[in-house]
Each structure stands twice: as structure tokens, then as C-alpha cells.
Nanobody, 122 residues
Framework: QVQLVESGGGLVQAGGSLRLSCAAS????????MGWFRQAPGKEREFVAA????????YYAFSVKGRFTISRDNVKNTVYLQMNSLEPEDTAVYYC???????????????WGQGTQVTVSS
């Protein structure tokens, strides 16, 4: 079992930055690939970024590539999402998720956090 708790969301102006954190409990965190997803009002939950269990491999949605960076610290049992050059279109609830392999869809994921709100004003 893995329990996930996100933090770091908030209100930021367009062009600004935020860093999201996802703290995991459970001894098996380092064996899971991790992902970030987001869900805007009235839209389906969508993939944002993923990282392998070792942290060596990463993968991004086209819409965030070059602006967002996913990383993890297996000692601290935490995964991060550094978000730069934020745009109003990035406004959503952001969720972290744990998966047996690098996730790119909701169905790939076994465990979810409760989400953290990110709002980007224009």
C-alpha cells in the first residue's frame, strides 16, 4: 500500500512558478513509477508527467514539455513537479499517482493522492 499526499498548490500569475510535492508513505515507494495528472473543471483527468522508479527516465505531455520538470527523492519518499512559465490553461487540480510502470493514462495508476489546486491568473 502507498498513501500519497500532495502539497504546494496555490494561486500564481501567468509566467510564474510553483513546485508541487507528493509525500508517500509505505516501504515500497521506491519500487513504483510515479506520475502527475491534472483535471480542470468539466474535463477529464489528463497526464502531465511521469518518472521511473529510479528517477532516470522521465516523460512529459507535449503541453508542458520544456516548462515542467518531474523529479523524485527515494530517501525522502517524495516526488516533485516544478512548474515554470505557468499559463492560465494550466489551472487544474493536480494529482500524483503511483504505478507499477511509468504511467501515461489514469488506468495505469494504482494509488492516487487527494489532489492540490493550482490556479493561474492572466
Amino acid at each position: 500500500q502507498v498513501q500519497l499526499v500532495e502539497s504546494g498548490g496555490g494561486l500564481v500569475q501567468a509566467g510564474g512558478s510553483l513546485r508541487l510535492s507528493c509525500a508517500a508513505s509505505g516501504r515500497t515507494f521506491s519500487s513504483y513509477a510515479m506520475g502527475w495528472f491534472r483535471q480542470a473543471p468539466g474535463k477529464e483527468r489528463e497526464f502531465v508527467a511521469a518518472i521511473s522508479w529510479s528517477g532516470i527516465r522521465t516523460y512529459y505531455a507535449f503541453s508542458v514539455k520544456g516548462r515542467f520538470t518531474i523529479s523524485r527523492d527515494n530517501v525522502k519518499n517524495t516526488v516533485y513537479l516544478q512548474m515554470n512559465s505557468l499559463e492560465p490553461e494550466d489551472t487544474a487540480v493536480y494529482y500524483c499517482a503511483a504505478a507499477p510502470v511509468m504511467p501515461t493514462t489514469v488506468r495505469d495508476c494504482e494509488y492516487w493522492g487527494q489532489g492540490t489546486q493550482v490556479t493561474v491568473s492572466s
